[in-house]
């Protein structure tokens, strides 16, 4: 074939293999180094492959010609595939968002810098008709990649529910993104006319990038990469929706919290329950002293041993006065009030112990063992008083 050039068939091989080897390395290094090489890496094919799609053509025939700017953006994008396959929908997208930031902002410093300096050598190679590297191309080349990576992640993953082999779904579905981004660069950015052999070129560049870098992929995979099965279940629309805007990660964080709060609270319910059979067996009541109201806040169970109805003091709040009114007999009265005047409440943290007659709820008398803690508050600093009543063996002596 006279129309056949084997030199730059023989060129676009080794620049096919030469990319595709760096791609490797770096994926791989990735378990070393971190994503973070793989990121740089692609972040850095993002000015030469435009500068080479629009001054450089590789003519391999008289019908096929390719751009090695083209075959790097081919790579770029199967390096979204890749991620998306073996680390997830998460990094993929974090890539998709580093490349679009960093090359809008990169487009605002060429605008600034060429028309501060509209004579200098940075405005002249963004501005030359020849070259054609404007900030039209620059940024909508940007955004249809991300547009791209989008159409990835939904064709891949509705493919994937084909249970197919990974060659075949990426060769389907990057054949259809690459041919995509081919006619709308082309066409809608660069102005150039819709006509047979644009298409038919577009059609025949994707199907060879597709095929090539499938291929070798999928060889990588088999010999470097430890098998990992991700599970697509989800192809609706919403699922792109979800990976543009993180929202399935949020929607996950807040199952597990929620998870998470229904399980605490069981497990605290179920500590509150064992607490307070542990006290009715042991005849534990707990009570906690607010020195502000000069107010005693009781359990259940204390309320119980006592006799003391919710209806006469609302909230478990009883003053202290009333309580040793009511539940100190009279002649015990005196030792009791010194006993409990001489606790600092102002020094924590303490114990004292004090050993004193009661009247219960049914009439009855007892010897109840009271301890007093005294605590501060770390959060606060204030010093928090509380304490556990316990009625002693052989307590109860009717009147």
Known sequence: MESFNLLNFALLASLYTCITVFIAVIFKLRTKFGIGLVFTGIGAFQFLQTYLANTITLEISSV???????????????????????????????????????????????????????????????????????????????????????????????????NIPFFLNALVSMSFVFFFDA?????????????????YNSVVKSLLSSLVYSSLFTLYFALFEVKKSLNFKNNSFGDVISFLLYRKQMENIQKKLEHQERVFSDQLFYAESRFRVAGEIANLGYWKYDKHTKSMILNDHIMKLYGISTIDFNNYV????????????????????????????????????????????????GRVLTVVMAEKDPKSGQIEVYGISRILEAQLIPN
């Open 318 to 365: 009883i003053p202290f006065t009333d309580f040793v009114e009511r539940h100190i007999p009279k002649q015990e009265k005196e030792e009791y009030l010194k006993k409990v005047k001489s606790i600092d409440l102002n020094k924590a943290p303490s114990r004292t112990e004090i050993k004193h007659k009661a009247i219960f709820g049914n009439g009855a008398e």
């Open 64 to 162: 096929i010609s390719i751009s090695p700017g083209t075959i790097m953006f081919h790579a770029s994008l199967f390096v979204v595939l890749l991620i998306l396959v073996k680390e997830g929908s998460n990094k993929a997208r974090t890539l998709l968002y580093a490349i679009l930031f960093t090359n809008l902002f990169l487009c605002a410093i060429q605008y600034a810098l060429g028309y501060s300096f509209p004579r200098s050598p940075m405005a002249s190679l963004f501005n030359s008709e020849n070259i054609g590297i404007g900030i039209k191309t620059f940024s909508l080349g940007t955004l249809l990649l991300f547009v791209d990576g989008l159409l990835i992640f939904f064709l891949f993953n509705k493919i994937s529910k084909l």
């Open 183 to 199: 006619i709308i660069f082309l066409v809608v950015i660069q102005g150039i006319d819709f006509e047979i052999n644009l298409v």
